[in-house]
T-cell receptor, first 116, second 110 residues
Framework: DTAVSQTPKYLVTQMGNDKSIKCEQN?????MYWYKQDSKKFLKIMFS???????INETVPNRFSPKSPDKAHLNLHINSLELGDSAVYFC???????????????FGQGTRLTVV | RKEVEQDPGPFNVPEGATVAFNCTYS??????FFWYRQDCRKEPKLLMS???SGNEDGRFTAQLNRASQYISLLIRDSKLSDSATYLC???????????FGPGTRLSVLP
């Protein structure tokens, strides 16, 4: 069973298009994240949700909008895609820090987005 | 100053070598620390958590020095399969954000 699954795995699209990446976790975690890994391989947080509520929103363009219909899902919608959006996007989830001293983040397999 | 910094690498070592990775973090209130491993074109996976007293898991030893805000990972008797990027990760003091270092790439050569 895949703990954190995201689709699609690969996404090639033209500039200006709108696209979505879906993420689901079956671990019962309260917290979900979106990370971006750029061409220099640096992993940087974009958004964090706790029980469907946004708790972290780093300086990400407004074209990126996360949606959490329930605590097991955190989707990422991107409007008006630009060349610079090309990267690998990772979804992750973790249990609440307060209740799990061995908190760790579990990652999905990533979505490789290429904007042409 | 970046929140989490690591040795720039890459490290190229022969099989059987001992290799040490260093990491420093800027937020003195951080509470939890980890080493993750990322293979090429794969997602990061937890290698080990780092506890205040230091901890060992087989060939891997992690140390934490809170006063110096310094974390280390030692790999003994390195194997070809240890080749990967090693990511130092700090959980912020709110427990809401896993902050990743830039990673150090390790290549273990036959």
């Amino acid at each position: 069973d895949t703990a954190v699954s995201q689709t699609p795995k690969y996404l090639v699209t033209q500039m200006g298009n709108d696209k979505s990446i879906k993420c689901e976790q079956n671990l019962g975690h309260d917290t979900m994240y979106w990370y971006k890994q750029d061409s220099k391989k640096f992993l940087k947080i974009m958004f964090s949700y706790n029980n469907k509520e946004l708790i972290i929103n780093e300086t990400v363009p407004n074209r990126f909008s996360p949606k959490s219909p329930d605590k097991a899902h955190l989707n990422l919608h991107i409007n008006s895609l630009e060349l610079g959006d090309s990267a690998v996007y990772f979804c992750a989830s973790s249990p609440p820090y307060a209740t799990a001293m061995n908190t760790e983040a579990f990652f999905g397999q990533g979505t490789r987005l290429t904007v042409v | 100053r970046k929140e989490v910094e690591q040795d720039p690498g890459p490290f190229n070592v022969p099989e059987g070598a001992t290799v040490a990775f260093n990491c420093t973090y800027s937020n003195s209130a951080s509470q939890s620390f980890f080493w993750y491993r990322q293979d090429c074109r794969k997602e990061p996976k937890l290698l080990m958590s780092v506890y205040s007293s230091g901890n060992e898991d087989g060939r891997f030893t992690a140390q934490l020095n809170r006063a110096s805000q310094y974390i280390s990972l030692l790999i003994r008797d390195s194997k070809l399969s240890d080749s990967a990027t090693y990511l130092c990760v700090v959980l912020d003091n709110y427990g809401q954000n896993f902050v990743f270092g830039p990673g150090t790439r390790l290549s273990v050569l036959p």
